[in-house]
């Protein structure tokens, strides 16, 4: 079965300073892993995607993410945090086996304060 | 180019009544699912439907139905309404052919069940 887990339902984080969202997996194969960022009342909008390659993946608005095979991990990362940046970031990860649906992590509530 | 269109935005039902929610995909997708995401928890996957039929279920009692139309739009359906059905209703279209890449997902339907 597919999974990933966020270990961290809250991250504070002054602005100006780098950020790091954790997101770990479980998957069988090679994982196809999504961050998605929501706002209030909001659907949800992709950030960026590791499919293959590169472990260092460039996302919107200046996010990145890196991909840890060893570590079965895939942290989101921003160098230097925006009060905008404040939202609930979702890890997911796309079964390919099952039309290619999605399963997403509980989420990570980031506030970046002034 | 319009994104994923869902209608209504907010909807408050009684308990044991039945609700329809709708669908418009992005303008040259063909595939349409929906997700469920309750307070606090990530999304989770109901079903999947391309070609009018559906392809994939996630773990959800048989009160949840849809249904894909000719234009690809879709709407899901949920019956004998419970409490905890009140989530926001996520729509995600892409291509079926596409492996996955591209899904956009709406703003959300937030059902409230009293």
């Known amino acids: 079965a597919q999974s990933v887990a966020q270990p961290e339902d809250q991250v504070n984080v002054a602005e100006g300073n780098p950020l790091t969202v954790k997101c770990t997996y479980s998957?069988?194969?090679?994982?196809?892993l999504f961050w998605y960022v929501q706002y209030p009342n909001r659907g949800l909008q992709f950030l960026l995607k590791?499919?293959?390659?590169?472990?260092l993946v460039k996302g919107s608005y200046g996010f990145e993410a890196e991909f840890n095979k060893s570590q079965t991990s895939f942290h989101l990362k921003k160098p230097s945090a925006l009060v905008s940046d404040s939202a609930l970031y979702f890890c997911?990860?796309?079964?390919?086996?099952?039309?290619?649906?999605?399963?997403f992590g509980t989420g990570t509530s980031l506030t970046v304060i002034p | 180019d319009a994104g994923v269109t869902q209608s209504p935005t907010h909807l408050i039902k009684t308990r044991g009544q039945q609700v329809t929610l709708r669908c418009s995909p992005k303008?040259?997708?063909?595939?349409v699912s929906w997700y469920q995401q309750a307070l606090g928890q990530g999304p989770q996957f109901i079903f999947q439907?391309?070609?009018?039929?559906e392809r994939q279920r996630g773990n959800f009692p048989d009160r949840f139905s849809g249904h894909q139309f000719p234009n690809y739009s879709s709407e899901l359906n949920v019956n004998a309404l419970l409490l905890g059905d009140s989530a926001l209703y996520l729509c995600?279209?892409?291509?079926w052919g596409g492996g996955g890449y591209g899904y956009t997902f709406g703003s959300g339907t937030r059902l409230t069940v009293v």
């Open positions: 998957v069988s194969g090679n994982p196809y």
């Open positions: 997911a990860v796309r079964d390919r086996e099952a039309g290619n649906q999605f399963y």
């Open positions: 439907y391309y070609e009018e039929e």
């Open positions: 590791y499919i293959t390659g590169d472990n």
């Open positions: 303008s040259g997708h063909d595939t």
């Open positions: 995600a279209s892409g291509n």
